[in-house]
């Protein structure tokens, strides 16, 4: 399978897409759990208004985060924390309000307020972990991902963070260690494959990225970023018309992709050669999942 030549402002365009979409990777799987339960009984039976006064029950709060109120769920989770200060669970959903409200400087301090209630609250680390790579601070992340796994080292939540840092820091061989372990504990982790055929896209082995995007699309073809990608590696392998069809899907998942638009626009001028089979992507997905089971 050809590698075809593009010139440099096209490479660089293409790369940005596959490589520096924080936006993309905010769809992580579970970058925002929620406890099922309330971690305490609730005291006050009707919904917290922004004028009620009075004790502030956690799920009452929760009930805001979870309807997606999340203003008003970070002024209910502030004031249940002062209420209750020694319960973790109360600053790790201020820290995940906070986030999802668009203050990523507050999550951090929220989460880093309920790691000091308790060092072995992994949730927190980990979303402490992706609040700090939104923030391009990746150094700082790693300890957090890296203490993960020391409580824990069968994470694969874990595992598919350390990929991320590892690749945020310039470190692709311990990326891929990284993603590999993570889809190793799960088979069906579509978020590290994709994250694995970034990381090729990143280093330009198209062909390589071409597996385990594919398998990742088979497990869900919803992800817009996952389209996108796999549109990158198609078109830099020479195959126009699937990568057209790539792109389209990407954006049929998420029209306001913006990134999956451009590249469509540009794909769209060039022309299919007629010499080039077109992709197996099955086959290719097939081929990747019994890789899979070699790296066990």
């Given amino acids: 399978m ?5 010139i440099p402002c096209v490479i660089t365009a293409i790369a940005l897409a596959a490589c520096g979409d924080k936006r993309a990777e905010s769809g992580d799987a579970n970058a925002a759990e929620v406890p099922a339960v309330s971690p305490e009984p609730s005291s006050v039976s009707t919904p917290t208004t922004p004028a ?3 004790p502030v029950s956690f799920q009452d709060a929760k009930s805001a985060y979870t309807g ?16 209750k ?30 790691i000091e209630k308790d060092s072995t609250h992994v949730k927190s680390r980990l979303n402490l972990s992706r609040v700090l790579l939104e923030q391009g601070k990746a150094q700082e992340a790693l ?3 890296e203490a993960t796994l020391r409580f824990d080292s069968t ?12 690749d945020e820091l310039g470190d692709p ?24 055929g970034r990381v090729a896209i990143g280093q330009q082995n198209f062909v390589e990225a071409l597996g385990p995007i594919a398998r990742a699309i088979e497990i869900d073809s919803s992800v817009a970023a996952f389209q996108n990608n796999l549109g990158i590696a198609l078109e830099r392998t020479g195959h126009i018309s699937q990568a057209v069809s790539a792109y389209r899907a990407a954006l ?24 080039i089979a077109p992709a197996d992507l099955s086959g290719l997905a097939r081929t990747f999942a019994e890789q899979v089971k070699t790296w066990r």
Wanted: without cysteine; hydrophobic residues 35%.
């Fill in 85 to 114: 200060p020694d319960n973790v669970w109360g600053y790790y959903m201020l820290g995940l309000s906070s986030w999802k409200a668009g203050d990523r400087d507050q999550a951090v301090s929220a989460f880093r307020q309920a």
């Fill in 252 to 275: 049929a998942s998420d029209s306001s992709y913006q990134k999956a638009s451009v590249n469509l626009a540009r794909v769209e001028k060039l022309k299919q050669d007629t010499t």
């Fill in 52 to 54: 009620s006064t009075g």
């Fill in 143 to 145: 300890p957090e991902v």
């Fill in 173 to 196: 061989t311990g990326a891929v260690e990284a993603f590999k372990r993570a889809i190793v504990l799960d088979p069906r982790d579509a978020w590290s494959m994709n994250n694995l």
């Fill in 155 to 166: 994470s694969n939540e874990g595992h598919r963070l350390l990929g991320r840092v590892k």
């Fill in 68 to 83: 997606k109120h999340y203003d008003e769920a970070v002024r209910l989770f502030t004031a249940y924390t002062s209420q």
């Fill in 2 to 6: 050809r590698t075809l030549p593009l």
